[in-house]
Structures are given as C-alpha cells and as structure tokens.
C-alpha cells in the first residue's frame, strides 16, 4: 500500500533551527517533494530529493534516505513568516505512471 | 507569467446536483493533476493527465468523478450527484511533464454541499 507519515503539528521558536521528519512506504519511488502550504492558500514547492543526500537552499535543506524510506525537511532561522503547513509527498511509480502521494502535512508554529 | 487558474473560486450546490470545475493550467505544461483537500487534511491525488496518454484515474472516489482534458489544455472536473461528502478544496496542479519538475497549483475551487 501507500502511506506516507510526518508528526501533525511542531512548534519552535523565531531565530531556532526546526526538523520536520517524513516516513513512506510507497509500491515505486521516483522522487520525494516538500511543500509549503500557508492557511487558505495553494501549496507552493520547496525541495526535491530523488538521491540520497542532503539538498540546501538558502535556508532551507531536505535530506532522504531511500532505504530507509526517510526524508527531512530542516528549516533554519526560523521567521514568523513560515508559520505553515509542510507537506511531504512522493511520487510513486508502482501503478505504472506518475502518480503523486501526499502525506497529511505537519503544521509549524514559529513563536517570537 | 500566468499561473494555473481555477474557476469558480467558491461553489455551493445542493445534494444530488453536478458541479463542474474548471482549470487552466499554464501555458506549456503537459502535465496537469486534480487533487482533493479536506479542512485540515493533506491532498488526496485523483487525477493525472500526462499529454496525450491516458489519464491515471486511480485515485477517482468513485464513479460520479470524472475528469477530461481538452486539447492538452484546458481540464474540466465533473462530480456527479454531490454528496455532502464532496465537500471540500479541490486543487489543480500543472507541470512541465513526467520528468521531476514541481507542481504549480491553482488557489483551488472551495466546493461545499448542502
């Protein structure tokens, strides 16, 4: 089956360093995403993976480890403006095409 | 450029009766996906249109859900006999193609039920 894990909600502090921790289990892999999603808005991407590895941008990394089927999204000097939801999703191959699964989204709450 | 528009923005329908939603995904995208957002859920995938293969409906609900894609263009979401159920944000996304580019989302068609 398909099943793609992150915590629901994490609160951290402006200015810290937050870790948003993702679990899949998917019948194919070609491909992890992250999103960002504001309250009422669309979802807006962030970050692929589809090595092994660590991928930086800016203030922002995401690192994935294929067998372990694991990914991370680290966010760093946390603004009040990424208050948000975080979503992971997979691109899951197993039917045959492109199919992309979403997992439910961890709510992040930054406090000054 | 344009983004992917949705049209309407906001919907509300009697039970029983058929919506149609609209996208327009930008202009070049081969790809162009439908996706179902509950309050406070993550995005259910139901469709996806990659050129001119055939859609993967694998994630329709059920058989009042239906989807077509005219001219690799524009795409039309149809729901059948609304149930209260149907509820929710519906979100298209469009894409360069089936390699690993992102998703571009419309800001979405809030679909309420009555």
């Known amino acids: 089956g398909q099943n793609i894990d992150q915590p629901t909600e994490m609160t951290a502090t402006e200015g810290a360093i937050v870790q948003i921790n993702c679990t899949y289990q998917?019948?194919?892999?070609?491909?992890l995403f992250w999103y960002q999603q504001h309250a009422g808005e669309a979802p807006t991407f962030l970050s692929y993976?589809?090595?092994?590895g660590l991928e930086e941008k800016g203030r922002f990394s995401s690192f994935l480890s294929r067998s372990k089927g694991y990914s991370y999204l680290l966010l760093k000097e946390l603004q009040m403006k990424d208050s948000a939801s975080y979503l992971c999703?997979?691109?899951?191959?197993?039917?045959?095409?492109?199919?992309?699964?979403f997992g439910a989204g961890t709510r992040l709450f930054v406090k000054a | 450029g344009a983004g992917v528009s949705q049209s309407p923005s906001n919907k509300v329908t009697e039970k029983g009766k058929d919506v149609e939603l609209r996208c327009d995904p930008i202009?070049?995208?081969?790809?162009l996906y439908w996706y179902r957002q509950s309050l406070g859920q993550g995005l259910e995938f139901l469709i996806y249109?990659?050129?001119?293969?055939?859609?993967?409906k694998s994630g329709l609900p059920s058989d009042r859900f239906s989807a077509e894609r005219t001219g690799g263009s524009v795409s039309t979401l149809t729901i059948q006999r609304t149930q209260q159920e149907d509820s929710a944000v519906y979100l298209c996304?469009?894409?360069?193609?089936?390699?690993?580019?992102?998703?571009?989302f419309g800001p979405g068609t809030r679909l309420t039920v009555t």
């Open positions: 996304a469009s894409s360069h193609g089936q390699g690993f580019y992102e998703q571009y």
């Open positions: 993976n589809v090595l092994d």
């Open positions: 999703a997979v691109r899951d191959t197993g039917t045959g095409g492109f199919k992309t699964i």
């Open positions: 202009s070049g995208h081969t790809a």
């Open positions: 998917t019948s194919g892999f070609n491909g």
């Open positions: 249109f990659q050129g001119n293969s055939a859609p993967d």
